[in-house]
DNA sequence: TTCATGCTTCGACAATAGACGAAGTGTGTT
DNA sequence: AACACACTTCGTCTATTGTCGAAGCATGAA
C-alpha cells in the first residue's frame, strides 16, 4: 500500500526512556553486559533482558558470547550517527535531560562518539586534519579520503592502518557533532586515534560518563599534534 | 542527574504509527491541513488533532493559520532531515512497508525530499554544480558555498537569490539521501530549482505522492543543464 | 555433582496513551 | 443573524506495553 522504509519501529524503540537511557550508555562505545544497562536504566534485569531482545530485533544492536558473560554493543557506525544526530535535534529543540549537571562543559570539549573522539577537541583535530591535506572530503558522501602525507602522518603515530584498510568498515568518515554542529573523524582511523591517546596516557575516560579527560600535559602533546592552521 | 539532550520525546513522537505517516506525508514538503493528515494516517479528525498538538509542542511541525484553514508544514530542514536520516537507517535494516509497490523505482529516481529534490536526478544535479566548481563544499559544515560562476549560472535559469540570500534560511545545504546514501541539494537555492523545474514544465509532482514525474522532454532538458561529468 | 552467577522466559499487573463520540470554539459565507 | 465548515477540547473506553516476581536455562567454578 504505502512506499519505502518505515521509521516507526525505529522510532518506537527510541522512544522508550529505558531503552533510551541504555542506547546513550551504549554511544561510550564500550561493550556493556545486561546488568551493567540495567544499572544504567534504573530497571531489573528481566526487563531490561526484554528490552534488549527488542532493540536486536529492530537491529540497534549486537550481542557477543564470551563465556557466561553477554557484551552488548551498538550495531554499527549508522546507529552511533543517528542517536547522535537526534541529540542535535533535541539539543536545537529544547529537549534537555532533567538538569545539564556541572560537567556538561567537560562533556562540551572532549568525549566519546560510539568509539572515536568527539566534542571540541575532536572538532580541533579534524579541522587540522584537513587543513594540513591529510584527509579530503569527497563530493558525494561522508567518506573521507586518506592522502599519502596523511598515512605517513599516522604511521610515524605508530599506527598500522594495514589491518584496517581490509575491514568492511570504513576507513575514515564524517560524524556531525550535536554540542557543535561541526564535522569530527569517525571511521575504524578515528578509533585508532582514540586509542592511541589512550595508550599515550594523555587521556582517559571518565568512569561511567562519556566524557573523555585529558591530563595537563596530555592536552599540550594533543595541540601540538593536531594545531589550528587558519586558512 | 544525567547530562545531555534527551532523545526519547523525539522517538516517541516519530515511533507511533499514524504520527510518522503524518511525517513522511509532510515530507512531501507541501503544507497539508489536518483533515488531509487525518486521511492520510486513516484516523478521525480528533485524533489527528490530538497528534499535531503533541508533534508542535516536540517542535516537529508548525502551523500557519489562513482563514479557517490551518496549514501544517515541518518545522524546519533539520526535521526533514532526521526523518530522511531514520529512512535511510530504517531501510538499511530492512523494515519495509507491508509492501514495496510497483513506484519504488520511481520514487528512487525523483521525488520530492521536504522541499528540495532528491533520488538518482537529485544527485545527478548536486553532482554537476560540484563538478563544474558551481558549487563547493566547506570542511567542516554542510553548508555549501555558492560560488560566482554559480551565482551567474542561476541567474541565467532566471532565479533571483538576493531574496533568498536575505532570508535566516541558508541559501545552499547538502542532504543525504536515503536510497542513494550520497547527498543532494537542499536549502532555499535547492527548492527554487525545484520550483524552477515545475514552472518549466519539465517535471510535477504525482498527486499525493512523493514522487516527481518528470516529463520526455523536460528529463533531456535537465539531462543538458546537469550533465555528468567526469573527474 | 553441586553450587553460584548471568541472563532469559513466563505470567500477571498497572499505567500509559491512542482511539473515537459528543460537544465547544472560532472563522468565513449566505 | 443563521449556517456551514475546520478544527479543538472533553470524557471515556480499550489496547498496548513496560514493569516486576518467580521459575527456568545456560555456563563456569568448586
Redesign the interface.
Known amino acids: ?17 529505558a531503552r ?2 541504555m ?2 550508555a551504549l554511544m561510550s562505545g564500550k561493550a556493556l553486559t545486561a546488568s551493567e544497562l540495567a544499572a544504567e536504566a534504573g530497571i531489573t534485569l528481566q526487563t531490561t533482558s526484554a528490552h534488549l531482545g527488542k532493540l536486536e530485533g ?2 540497534l544492536i549486537r550481542q557477543r558470547k564470551q563465556g557466561r558473560h553477554r557484551y552488548f554493543t551498538l550495531a554499527d557506525d ?2 552511533g ?3 547522535e ?17 556541572p ?2 562543559p567537560a ?1 562540551r570539549k572532549a568525549r566519546v562518539c560510539y568509539n572515536h573522539l568527539a566534542g571540541e577537541l575532536g ?1 580541533q583535530m ?2 587540522s586534519l ?2 594540513r591535506g591529510f584527509l579530503q ?1 569527497q ?4 567518506l573521507l579520503i586518506l592522502s599519502d602525507q596523511g598515512r605517513d602522518f599516522v604511521a610515524d603515530l605508530g599506527i598500522d592502518i594495514s589491518p584496517l584498510n581490509q575491514s568492511r568498515r570504513p576507513l575514515c568518515k564524517s560524524c ?1 557533532d ?1 554540542s557543535a ?3 569530527h573523524l569517525a571511521g575504524s582511523l578515528g578509533t585508532a586515534l582514540l586509542e592511541h591517546f589512550y595508550h599515550k596516557g594523555w587521556a582517559k575516560r571518565v568512569e561511567g ?2 566524557i573523555v579527560e585529558f591530563s595537563r600535559p596530555g592536552e599540550v602533546s594533543f595541540q601540538k599534534l593536531f594545531p589550528l592552521i587558519e586558512c
Open positions: 500500500m504505502k512506499e519505502g522504509p518505515d521509521i516507526t519501529l525505529l522510532g518506537s524503540l527510541i522512544g522508550d526512556p533510551a537511557n542506547l546513550t529492530g537491529g549508522d546507529v550517527g543517528l542517536l544526530t537526534m541529540m542535535g535535534l533535541a539539543a536545537k529543540k529544547g529537549h534537555t535531560r532533567t538538569r545539564t549537571g560537567r556538561a562533556l572538532v579534524y579541522d584537513l587543513a572530503e563530493a558525494d558522501e561522508d556531525l550535536w554542529r561541526r564535522s560518563q562519556r
